[in-house]
Structures are given as C-alpha cells and as structure tokens.
C-alpha cells in the first residue's frame, strides 16, 4: 500500500496570502489528522477529520481551516498568512473511527515558508 | 487534559552503547501511549505503541518502551545504539476522545562513532 502522500512538499508564501495543502490518506483509512511542527511550540494538534467531518480541533485560530472529502482526501488551508505560521505541516491518517487502540500513520509533511 | 514531558533534550551515545529515552505523562486514565522517530525532513515513523496488557513493548529496530503507571512513564531504550539511530524522538500520548496525539517536546539523539 502507498503510505500517506502529502503535496505540495515545499511552499514558499508571503504574509498575507492564503495557501492549501493537501493530504492523501492510506487507502482505506476515513480518518486525516493535521499536525503543525515548528521549533519553538514542537508538535500540536490543529484538526481531525473523519468521514467528511470535522471531529477534533486543537487551539489554533480561526486562519486555520480543512475539509475532507468523500475519498477521505483532505486539505487544510490558512489565510492571511503571518511569519509565524512557518512549519513543517504533517498529515496523518488513521484505519479507525475511533482513538482508541488507533495508529496514526504520517505522511512526509509539507514544509511552509512566509516571507 | 493530557500532557506529555521529556526531560531530556539533546542526548549524546556512542555507537554500541546502550540508550535510555525519558517520557513521563499526565493523563487521568488508562493512557494510549506511542514512541515516534523523525528523521531531518522527514515524517513520523512509530516505533511502538502501548495500549493495555504486558508493559514491556516490543517495536521496530531494536526498541522496546516500559509503562511504569506508578511513574507516569514511558522509558524508550535499546540495548545497542546503531550510528542510523540518530534522529529526534517524540513520546506521544493518545485518547478515547479521537485521533489526536499530544506530543513531547522531543529527544535529539547523537551517535558518536
């Protein structure tokens, strides 16, 4: 099976745009979990989704936002970028509904940069 | 709400040399607990993983973690150290609530030939 692919794997933005960043799960796995990884604050939840649904979503603002759609493809978005929103974003899916004796799988991470 | 700690940031050993990780967790209940590696530029390869029964897990490469709930810990080791096992390694807690890990800050791992 093809593990979870994320694109694009580099981006370069500047503050005030918006970017999207996509997200493919293992086939067959209905649950994407987004992972933001900056030096400073290290790894934090920003959202979970599960069959088109948003579950689970971590304490980040509004800027941030994702969707799912009925392939369990997923993708986040961030508006009006700021300097700060520069990090290594991880994408990582799940076989199961529930957490529960769950894994999560991540995929490579899309590195993001605002100038 | 869970948290996740690892004391240690940067830990130096030499190739052969046995290595301890450190986690210590706070969850109110019975914890899903995980060990991630990241290699630079890389994602998160899991290790092990620890859900109920025997505390003494068994993962890949080597590794083996031991849940100690009377400590809230979640020691990572391996008997040898491999040059290839220098990487960052992140502790992680999980939930019933979804699939939604809360992580350490992480260990950097150095290997000295």
């Known amino acids: 099976k093809a593990g979870v692919t994320q694109t694009p794997r580099y981006l370069i933005k500047t503050r005030g745009q918006q970017v999207t960043l996509s997200c493919s799960p293992i086939?067959?796995?209905?649950?994407v979990s987004w992972y933001q990884q900056t030096p400073g604050q290290g790894l934090q939840f920003l959202f979970e989704?599960?069959?088109?649904?948003?579950?689970n979503k971590g304490n980040f603002p509004g800027r941030f936002s994702g969707r799912q759609f009925s392939n369990s493809r997923s993708e986040m978005n961030v508006s009006t970028l700021e300097l700060g929103d520069s990090a290594l974003y991880l994408c990582?899916?799940?076989?199961?509904?529930?957490?529960?004796?769950?894994?999560?799988?991540f995929g490579a991470g899309t590195r993001l940069s605002v100038l | 709400a869970q948290s996740v700690t690892q004391p240690d940031i940067h830990i130096t050993v030499s190739e052969g040399a046995s290595l301890e990780l450190r986690c210590n967790y706070s969850?109110?209940?019975?914890?899903?607990l995980f060990w991630y590696v990241q290699s630079p530029g890389q994602g998160l390869q899991l290790l092990l993983k620890?859900?109920?029964?025997?505390?003494l897990v068994q993962g890949i490469k080597g590794f083996e973690a031991e849940f100690k709930r009377s400590q809230s810990s979640f020691n990572l080791r391996k008997p040898s150290v491999h040059w290839s096992d220098a990487a960052e390694y992140f502790c992680?807690?999980?939930?019933?609530?979804?699939?939604?890990?809360?992580f350490g800050g992480g260990t950097r791992l150095m290997v000295k030939p």
């Open positions: 620890y859900f109920s029964g025997d505390t």
């Open positions: 969850y109110g209940a019975t914890p899903y």
């Open positions: 989704y599960f069959s088109e649904t948003q579950r």
């Open positions: 992680a807690v999980g939930t019933n609530a979804g699939n939604m890990l809360t």
């Open positions: 990582a899916s799940s076989p199961l509904g529930q957490g529960a004796q769950n894994i999560q799988y």
């Open positions: 086939s067959g796995h209905r649950s």
